[in-house]
Nanobody, 113 residues
Framework: QVQLVESGGGLVQAGGSLRLSCAAS????????MGWYRQAPGKQRDLVAE???????NYADSVKGRFTISRDIAQKTVYLQMTSLKPEDTGVYYC???????WGQGTQVTVSS
């Protein structure tokens, strides 16, 4: 069965960095693109970064140049390196397949100004 466990969130000041991790089971990275989604308070959940099954990254305009998605196929882990964080990056971050399937619990990221 599919299980996604996100970690690495926390409270950080604007301009700071965080690295999120997602341990995935029941999903083959060779056949599924993976993404990081963000749900800001009171807003819908949006895809901010994805890595295709072939390993190519794509980013939402709002995070381009600041966030980097990567994966370790052997460890079945997806990462999101976030730098130059802004208060508008605040939200719960989830990893999932693209398109999305089963959701994990997410990890909270709070960026203070």
């Amino acid at each position: 069965q599919v299980q996604l466990v996100e970690s690495g969130g926390g409270l950080v000041q604007a301009g700071g960095s965080l690295r999120l991790s997602c341990a995935a089971s029941g999903i083959s990275f060779r056949f599924n693109g993976m993404g990081w989604y963000r749900q800001a308070p009171g807003k819908q959940r949006d895809l901010v970064a994805e890595i295709t099954r072939w390993g190519f990254p794509n980013y939402a305009d709002s995070v381009k140049g600041r966030f980097t998605i990567s994966r370790d196929i052997a460890q079945k882990t997806v990462y999101l390196q976030m730098t130059s964080l802004k208060p508008e990056d605040t939200g719960v971050y989830y990893c999932n397949t693209v398109p999305a399937g089963h959701w994990g619990q997410g990890t909270q990221v709070t960026v203070s100004s």
